[in-house]
Structure formats: C-alpha cells, structure tokens
C-alpha cells in the first residue's frame, strides 16, 4: 500500500496512481495528484501574495525507493522536469519527500520509483 501526505492537509487521503502489479527491479511511476483551491493565496517573501507552494511526502513498502537517474527512461525525465525529489533519511529510503513546489504548475507529481529485488535482499539478508 502507498500512503501519500500533502503540505495543503496532513490529515486527508489523497489519490496516488501507480500499476496494480510491478516485475522486480523495474522502474515505474506514481502519479500524485494534490487537489486544493486554486484561489487560496499565501504571503511570499516579498510580502505579496501568490499562489501556494505544494509538497508530498510518499511512503513506499520496505524495499521500494526512488530510481536512481540512470534508470529512469526519457520520456519519464520530461514528464519530471526539474523536480527534487530525495529521501526522507538515508536509512529510509522507501520515504519519498519534495517540497514546497509552485501548487500552480505542479499539482500533479510523477514519482520515479524502482521497485523491490528480492534476489538482492536475499543476498543482503543472509
């Protein structure tokens, strides 16, 4: 199960989109969308008001994490962009966090995730 927490509200489920079933070792993505009213505004640091700044945290099961660069195929790079994505502590990588983005242009995220190799984890575990 893949949780996902948002800046706008910490308290609600929102909806994350990703394949019902994936191979081992295989990168795929999952599709957030962070709904909230386009028409609420915050202070900026000029002391004008904008548009909100967005955020995610994704919470993967044990062994899922964030594809590294160099798996991670072209078109999915674009649908990307610029987005930071990093862990939300290096002994938890199956924590994904990005934030705060502009609401406006991002209010959907592709997370590129790579999937579990249980041959690896084996040979890690015993």
């Known amino acids: ?21 994936v191979l081992p070792d295989t990168v795929f993505e999952a599709v957030v969308r962070i709904p909230y009213d386009k028409q609420v505004k915050q202070v ?11 955020g995610a945290v994704l919470i993967l099961p044990e062994g899922f ?3 590294p660069s160099d798996r991670i195929s072209p078109e999915m790079k674009e649908k990307i962009g610029n ?14 966090v990005i ?7 991002y209010s959907e995220i592709a997370f ?15």
């Open 44 to 54: 900026l640091a000029n002391g004008k008001k904008g548009g909100l700044n967005v």
């Open 65 to 67: 994490e964030l594809a």
């Open 112 to 126: 590129p995730i790579l999937s579990l190799d249980p041959l690896l984890r084996k040979m890690f575990t015993s």
């Open 83 to 96: 987005l930071s994505f990093q862990s939300y502590r290096p002994n938890k990588k199956n924590i994904l």
């Open 99 to 105: 934030g705060p983005v502009p609401g406006q242009k």
């Open 1 to 21: 199960m893949i949780y996902i927490m948002t800046r706008t509200s910490i308290s609600s489920a929102y909806p994350v989109f990703a394949q019902q079933a």
